[in-house]
């Protein structure tokens, strides 16, 4: 069992940063990928990146190539997300998510998931 905590979201004015962190606590944090997912208000959750569980090979959605960055601390049990250059329609609630035997690109991959946290980028 994995134990996910997000933090650090807020309310934020278009064009700024905000980082986002997750706590692990439980089973083994680095033997777990892990992601970001979004849900907006009537839409369904959204992948937005993943990396693996040495912190290599990080992806992005499309929507957010070039201004978000995932990292992970594995001395920590951290993962993080900094997010530059928001944009209201960066607007949702934000998911850390792990996946334990690949890297999670679908909700349907993902073993465990953060409470989520609240994101919201006024224009």
């Known amino acids: 069992q994995l134990q996910l905590v997000e933090s650090g979201g807020g309310l934020v004015q278009s064009g700024r940063s905000l980082r986002l962190s997750c706590a692990a606590s439980g089973d083994s944090f680095d033997s777990y990928a892990i992601a970001w997912f979004r849900q907006a208000p009537g839409q369904t959750r959204e992948w937005v990146s993943c990396?693996?569980?040495?912190?290599?090979?990080?992806t992005y959605a499309d929507s957010v190539k070039g201004r978000f960055t995932i990292a992970r601390d594995n001395a920590k049990n951290m993962m993080y997300l900094e997010m530059n250059s928001l944009k209201p329609e960066d607007t949702a609630v934000y998911y850390c998510?792990?996946?334990?035997?690949?890297?999670?690109?679908?909700?349907?991959?993902?073993?465990?998931w953060g409470q989520g946290t609240q994101v919201t980028v006024s224009s």
């Open positions: 998510a792990a996946a334990k035997t690949r890297l999670p690109r679908t909700p349907l991959s993902v073993d465990y």
């Open positions: 990396i693996n569980d040495r912190g290599g090979s990080p």
